[in-house]
């Protein structure tokens, strides 16, 4: 059996899907994710590691996501706030 590498820009949409349905079960559209971070990566230079991507969903320790990462991914922090608000 191979492994695939996984490109970083689809582990990081998997991994704000996956926390996404483990704490309020919304299914996120990953697609959309990975279009929103490659955006937000070009020019914050660099992508939301695994518990980064923990923290924009469950939030930090007052339950809002850390402000570097609304600073640095604002088109997906907008359209994640959809799935909250």
Not at 41 to 62: A, K
Request: negative net charge.
């Amino acid at each position: 059996m191979s492994t695939v590498d996984e490109h970083p820009v689809h582990r990081a949409a998997r991994q704000l899907a996956e926390w996404a349905y483990c704490d309020s079960m919304i299914e996120l559209n990953r697609s959309k994710l990975r279009e929103l971070l490659s955006e937000d990566e070009q020019t914050s230079g660099y992508l939301p590691s695994d518990e980064q991507c923990m923290q924009f969903i469950c939030g930090g320790d007052d339950g809002a996501p850390p402000p570097d990462l609304v600073r640095d991914f604002p088109k997906t922090h907008a359209w994640l706030e959809e799935f909250w608000s």
